[in-house]
């Protein structure tokens, strides 16, 4: 099982790009990234999904290298509201479905946004 | 389309109580995932159940269980609860993606207070 490594806390100020790297080094060929939001009180978000190379939706891009042993998740211009926990996690896809017992997440980011 | 529901969304118990908490998943999925988080421990997997029978268990004891209804509602119960089962207790679903692994969509979860 991929295990992943985030740091645990991160700071910056609305308007920035904020750039989240998690490392996964023991990742198998089947894996995908996914990353999660997760507000206090609250059960975690999906926010994006790769498996290499780079993807991009509405509220965020991710990064994964060609070695894929690590990605990186990018806010870009981040807001108060974008204050959260994020997880980076990986999952396996046996049979073309994964089961949730092989998704582990981590500790997770704490961003915390500033005016 | 409805999330995913918990229900109580909050509950105060005593030690050498039980407790049942309920979790309606997003209509058509059929697996549902239950996760305990602490602030020591972060977010660790309970149990998974697709179609009524549970395939994978996390690494707790006996007194965590839970079951799946026809309808895809799942249950979990605690029983002889400790101090230490204070935590939030999280409900995702999920359905078989078209391509790539596993997405989670969690509910707000059963915060448990043991007194």
């Known amino acids: 099982l991929a295990k992943t490594t985030q740091p645990i806390s991160m700071d910056s100020y609305e308007g920035q790009e904020v750039n989240i790297t998690c490392s996964h080094n023991?990742?198998?060929?089947?894996?995908?990234i996914t990353w999660y939001q997760q507000f206090p009180s609250q059960g975690p978000r999906f926010i994006i999904q790769?498996?290499?190379t780079k993807v991009t939706n509405e509220v965020a891009s991710l990064f994964i290298p060609a070695d894929r042993k690590s990605s990186t998740l990018s806010l870009p211009r981040v807001s108060l509201s974008d204050t959260a926990v994020y997880y980076c996690l990986v999952g396996d896809i046996s049979s073309g479905y994964s089961s949730a017992s092989k998704i582990i997440f981590g500790s997770g980011t704490r961003l915390s946004i500033r005016p | 389309k409805a999330g995913v529901t918990q229900t109580p969304r909050y509950l105060i118990k005593t030690r050498g109580q039980q407790v049942t908490l309920s979790c309606s998943p997003i209509?058509?999925?059929?697996?549902v995932s239950w996760y305990q988080q602490t602030p020591g421990q972060g977010l660790q997997f309970l149990f998974e159940?697709?179609?009524?029978?549970?395939?994978n268990k996390g690494n707790f004891p006996g007194r965590f269980s839970g079951r799946q209804f026809s309808n895809s509602r799942s249950e979990m119960n605690v029983s002889t609860l400790e101090l230490g089962d204070s935590a939030l207790y999280l409900c995702?679903?999920?359905?078989?993606?078209?391509?790539?692994?596993?997405?989670?969509?969690f509910g707000a979860g059963s915060r448990l207070t043991v007194l």
């Open positions: 790769g498996y290499k």
């Open positions: 995702a679903s999920s359905s078989r993606p078209a391509s790539g692994a596993n997405v989670l969509t």
């Open positions: 023991n990742i198998a060929t089947n894996d995908y």
């Open positions: 209509s058509g999925h059929r697996s």
């Open positions: 159940y697709f179609s009524e029978t549970q395939r």
